[in-house]
């Protein structure tokens, strides 16, 4: 059983709607991720926190928006979404994105399969 | 270039076959390398660390390869429960933020 669990599993949407997505983990980590998982492509990381601050924000449109409001949660914000973010969106931990604790392991929730009509 | 590059497969191998996937990453300046595993329809679980000096875990091999920035796993006497996608990470430090970059996966069938 993971120690990262992520709602909805799955989720349907209109361009014009704003939902959110949860991520929550019970390892005791540092740094959260969030990925997206289309089909026949690799795993694209969109945002890193660590200890709470986000370091990374790998060119994702501000359609998404993260929010972290401590350690243990994720939240991923979405709206007016086009058909092309539908996809896997995948959550993960691990104990620490900066190197002094990275153990090289990441964690993943079973993930929100995301359609947007 | 892809950061990191696969053979999308699919690889169809009898039970009991050995089989080799390899990976190739572009940046010279990458650290630490993993294999992971993504079963249909599951999130992606670390299989196994790839240290320079290869590495042995049961049946799975790994090795690396840094001067031809190339990795490898090799898998013994394959089972069914074997079948998944196989994930090569490269783990990167850019500006004091360790990015896993992925590839796209291989992809394994075992048959009986």
């Known amino acids: 059983e993971t120690g990262v669990t992520q709602t909805p599993r799955h989720l349907v949407m209109g361009m014009t709607n704003k939902k959110s997505l949860k991520c929550e983990q019970h390892?005791?980590?540092?740094?959260m991720y969030w990925y997206k998982q289309s089909a026949k492509k690799p795993l694209e990381l969109m945002f890193v926190y660590n200890f709470k601050e986000q370091t990374e924000n790998n060119s994702v449109p501000s359609r998404f928006s993260p929010e972290c409001p401590n350690s243990s949660h994720l939240f991923l914000h979405l709206h007016t979404l086009q058909p092309e973010d539908s996809a896997l969106y995948l959550c993960?931990?691990?104990?620490?994105?900066?190197?002094?604790?990275?153990?090289?392991?990441?964690?993943f929730g079973e993930g929100s399969r995301l359609t947007v009509l | 270039r892809k950061e990191v590059e696969q053979d999308p497969g699919p690889f169809n191998v009898p039970e009991g076959a050995t089989v080799a996937f390899n990976c190739t990453y572009s940046n010279s300046a990458s650290q630490s390398f993993f294999w992971y595993r993504q079963d249909c329809r599951k999130e992606p679980k670390l299989l196994m660390s790839?240290?320079?000096s290869g590495n042995e875990d049961g049946r799975f091999t790994a090795q690396l390869n840094r001067a031809s920035q190339y990795i490898s796993l090799l898998i013994r006497d394959s089972k069914l429960s074997d079948s998944a996608t196989y994930l090569c990470?490269?783990?990167?430090?850019?500006?004091?933020?360790?990015?896993?970059?992925f590839g796209t996966g291989t992809r394994l069938k075992v048959l009986a």
């Open positions: 390892l005791g980590h540092n740094a």
């Open positions: 790839v240290y320079s």
């Open positions: 993960a931990s691990s104990q620490d994105a900066s190197g002094q604790l990275n153990t090289g392991e990441l964690f």
């Open positions: 990470v490269v783990n990167k430090e850019i500006s004091g933020t360790y990015k896993y970059i």
